[in-house]
């Protein structure tokens, strides 16, 4: 069964960088996954479309700051020099049969 | 400009019928499979479904099986999500969302701004 598993939280300091993971299950790990943030209050936005090969093409006006890379059934979005607009939760999501993962909610100290 | 534009909010009481709606604009209608998404209050994403509005074609969550309708009327660019016969669980915002590879099931590309549905009596 496809499962995508996420931290329920992460933390980092204002203007530090911060990774969060989002893992596939076991003999997926070559699916394709996209990036979504929810801020406070807001639907949610897509990020990026991240491939295995770490490869990735994002949504219209996502920053430099967010990048993504991958590392066998680990897919990873990195958000550097952290805004106080970028704590949110974010989604990782994956397709085939569509899932969700839980969501990590990201607090910027 | 690509955008998903989603029906008001509702109020309803438990037994009574929805249907709310999402409208397509910017892009090819008919090309591009459509999702919906429940998001309960405090909780995450949940699938819900998809349609390709093309041919019609529709999918289902096993955990929604049942218990909504997906529908698209691609003459208006409009999907549409209806319930027949509601319950206070069913309070959540629900989101429409275009899948971003064309004629292929992929990644959510673009999101509705949400439609909140609130049951009670």
């Known amino acids: 069964q496809l499962v995508l598993t996420q931290s329920p939280s992460a933390s980092a300091s204002l203007g530090a960088s911060v990774k969060l993971t989002c893992t596939l299950s076991?003999?997926?790990?070559?699916?394709?996954i996209a990036w979504h943030q929810q801020q406070p209050e807001k639907g949610p936005r897509y990020l990026m479309k991240?491939?295995?090969?770490?490869?990735?093409s994002k949504g219209d006006g996502i920053p430099d700051r967010f990048s993504g890379s991958s590392s066998g059934a680990e897919r990873y979005l990195t958000i550097s020099s952290l805004q106080s607009e970028d704590e949110a939760d974010y989604y990782c999501q994956t397709w085939g049969t569509v899932v969700f993962g839980g969501g990590t909610k990201l607090t910027v100290l | 400009e690509v955008q998903l534009v989603q029906s008001g909010a509702e109020v309803k009481k438990p037994g009574e019928s929805l249907k709310i709606s999402c409208k397509g604009s910017g892009y090819s209608f008919t090309s591009y499979w459509i999702g919906w998404v429940r998001q309960m209050p405090g909780k995450g994403l949940e699938w819900m479904g998809i349609i390709y509005p093309g041919d019609s074609d529709t999918r289902y969550s096993p955990s929604f099986q049942g218990q909504v309708t997906i529908s698209a009327d691609k003459s208006i660019s409009t999907a549409y999500l209806q319930w027949s016969s509601l319950k206070a669980s069913d309070t959540a915002m629900y989101y429409c969302?275009?899948?971003?590879?064309?004629?292929?099931?992929?990644?959510?590309?673009?999101w509705g701004q949400g439609t909140l549905v609130t049951v009670s009596s």
């Open positions: 969302a275009r899948l971003g590879e064309m004629a292929t099931i992929s990644h959510i590309d673009y």
């Open positions: 991240l491939n295995s090969d770490g490869s990735h």
């Open positions: 076991s003999g997926h790990s070559s699916y394709a």
